[in-house]
């Protein structure tokens, strides 16, 4: 197995240790403390959920602005953007990096998407690969490309406390209906070791005659914890369950200067420890029990071993989304 840190960095991270290790530690304990919050938030949650209105829609049509595989012509990246349209409207989810790298204008163009063709934005976690850029997250604020802002005031539905200039910014505080016959989970908390607690919220709908579709992020809260907030809030079989399932297990996308960042930094856990494909290994289990007939897999936060096995295992019909392409579900 690689280095996740080169030993070229090594001497420097032992100078760095006195100072390191300590902010190591009062991390360590924050995200302990943060780990019984999120899975107390998530049970009062879980526990006060009620089934949802979902209307039966006749399809929903995914097509993807930004992900990590690209078709031919497509820009690839480690972010999300998903164009939801089905037969009551359309909606935006995620907004990749933003203006900060290329993949979401580029794409965007050659897709010929009009922000005035969505109805709302929705934010599934307020993480620079879903928002808008490094700057958007430290500032906690949603950016798009100026070429990309909507002409009308729409909504942006938050799973947490943020701002999203040029839209009406709501923060989603439960499971409700949004718009286009889409709803949303409401924000599932996970704690995550360097970015602490982390609210998310996936999206849910019900195909005529098929079933649920559900929609993740990055998938922080965890697919187990999405599905069973699905289980609460409607009994129709599931059919499709799409976007990022986070898990970067021997490698991860963006490493840099001989650091994998998603790897040391994205997992969620201490920096020590890594996803194990014992746990990769139960969540395909989890994801089988449920039985969808179809799996969208993002590869943004996934590694390739991973989608790998994924794709072998899952007993769903399983596809890699690449930008550039429509699906319909
Ligand atoms: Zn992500
Ligand atoms: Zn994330």
Redesign the pocket.
Known sequence: MSFRISPLWWPLLALASPVVAPWLLLRQRRFEQNCDRAAGLNRTRLDRAAPLDLPALDHVDLTVLVEWQAGEGFLGDAGVSYLLETDRGAMLYDVGFGATRPAFVHNAARLGFDPDQVQALTIS?L?S??MGGLAAQRARQVTLPPELMPSTRMPCFLPDRATAPGFAAEVVEGPRPLVAGIASTGPLARSLFL?GL?E?QALLARIEGKGLVVLT??G?PTIEVVLQMVRCLSDEPLYAVGG?L?FPVTGGRGNRAGIQFQTLLGTGKPPWQRITDEELGRTIAVLNAAGPQRVYLSAH?TCDHALDRLLNELQAETQVLAAGATYRL
């Open positions: 976690h993480h690969d879903h970015f982390t998310e992020g990055c922080h990022g986070h936060d």
